[in-house]
């Protein structure tokens, strides 16, 4: 049974830093993409970052390049740095994985986490 738990959101003032996490289990060598997507109320699920099982190959959304930093400590586990938080990064975080080619597309991904709520304030 495949399942995925994000943790690490919180609450932050702009230009704070938090540390997201992404345990998997379950996974097999199919799905050797791991990324995180994002979701605001009322906005589609957007893509932020995306790196394979060896942790060379990444991708990150225009809007998150030089701020956040997408890590692979292993097959299963996933980690977001986000620095230079601003009011706009606020969503609702989900890790997702899926097979390779990695892509910044969330129709590439089977699987999901529940998700973990990050909130920036001005």
């Known amino acids: 049974q495949v399942h995925l738990v994000e943790s690490g959101g919180g609450s932050v003032q702009a230009g704070g830093s938090l540390r997201l996490s992404c345990v998997g289990g379950?996974?097999?060598?199919?799905?050797?993409?791991m990324g995180w997507f994002r979701q605001a109320p009322g906005q589609e699920r957007e893509a932020v970052a995306t790196i394979d099982d060896g942790g060379i190959f990444w991708q990150y959304a225009d809007s998150v390049k030089g701020r956040f930093t997408i890590s692979r400590t292993n097959r299963n586990t996933v980690s977001l740095e986000m620095n230079s938080l601003k009011p706009e990064d606020a969503a609702m975080y989900y890790c997702?994985?899926?097979?390779?080619?990695?892509?910044?597309?969330?129709?590439?991904?089977?699987?999901w986490g529940q998700g973990t709520q990050v909130t920036v304030s001005s």
């Open positions: 997702a994985a899926g097979p390779v080619p990695c892509r910044l597309d969330a129709r590439q991904y089977a699987y």
């Open positions: 379950g996974l097999t060598y199919l799905y050797q993409c």
